[in-house]
C-alpha cells in the first residue's frame, strides 16, 4: 500500500475543515487567514426555502478536474485549508453561528477503495472526539464506485454529523463531505444529497 507522505495530514483537515473554519468564532479575518462571509438576510435564507426552491449553479474547479452545482444562495470559498473548494449554507437568522457546507477535496493516492475505507473509518476514530459512526456501505458518485460514511462527533462546542463519500479514478481519490449541525443535518440533507448526486469528474 503506498500513501502519499502528506496523506494523514490531508485526511484529518478534509475531516476538521467544515468544523473549526465555519463555526462563528473562526468565521473573519483571524489567525488562520480565512476569508470574511457576509451575512445573508435571513427573510430569504430559511430552511424552508433553501430546500423546497434550490435554484443551483454550476462550479468547476479552475483545474477543469471536477464539476458541481450548489444552490445559488449558497456561498463558494476555493482552497481553504486544502479542499478544492468548500459551499456554505446561508446563516438562518442572525443567531445561526455555524453554517452548513459541502467540501471537496482531492488528491493522488495509490491504494484501493476498501484500503482507504479501512484507514479513513480508523482515522474518523482517532480525530473526532466521540466520533460514532452510524453507516459504512457502498455508494456511487460521478458514475464510480465509491464508499459512504455517515458518523456523528463533536468539536469545540458543536455537535456535528457528517456524510462523506469518496470515489478513486486513476490514482486520485475525490472526497465529498457534508457537514451539519446534528439537530440541521436533516433538513439539509436533501439538498445535500443533490449537491453531490451533480458532482462530475471531468
Not at 45 to 58: A, C
Not at 91 to 111: P, T
Not at 117 to 143: M, P, R, V, W
Amino acid at each position: 500500500m503506498k500513501m502519499n507522505a502528506n496523506f494523514p495530514r490531508v485526511f484529518v483537515l478534509l475531516c476538521l475543515v467544515a468544523g473549526l473554519v465555519f463555526t462563528s468564532g473562526c468565521i473573519g479575518s483571524n489567525q488562520s487567514g480565512a476569508t470574511t462571509i457576509p451575512y445573508v438576510p435571513p427573510e430569504t435564507t430559511t430552511v424552508r426555502h433553501i430546500i423546497e426552491q434550490p435554484k443551483l449553479e454550476s462550479y468547476q474547479d479552475p483545474a477543469n478536474t471536477l464539476r458541481i452545482k450548489h444552490p445559488t444562495s449558497w456561498t463558494t470559498q476555493e482552497n481553504v485549508m486544502g479542499s478544492t473548494a468548500v459551499f456554505l449554507s446561508p446563516k438562518e437568522n442572525a443567531q445561526d453561528f455555524f453554517q452548513e457546507n459541502i467540501n471537496i477535496i482531492s488528491f493522488d493516492l495509490s491504494m484501493t477503495l476498501d484500503q482507504y475505507s479501512a484507514y479513513a473509518e480508523s482515522q474518523i476514530k482517532q480525530s473526532i472526539t466521540d466520533a460514532n459512526i452510524l453507516e459504512s456501505s457502498a455508494a456511487t458518485l460521478a458514475g464510480n464506485p465509491a464508499h459512504k460514511l455517515v458518523f456523528t462527533g463533536r468539536q469545540g462546542q458543536n455537535n456535528l454529523k457528517w456524510m462523506q463519500v469518496w470515489a478513486m479514478k486513476n490514482n486520485k481519490v475525490y472526497i465529498l463531505t457534508y457537514t451539519a449541525e446534528e439537530g440541521s443535518y436533516d433538513a439539509y440533507l436533501p439538498t445535500a444529497q443533490e449537491i453531490m448526486a451533480s458532482f462530475t469528474i471531468l
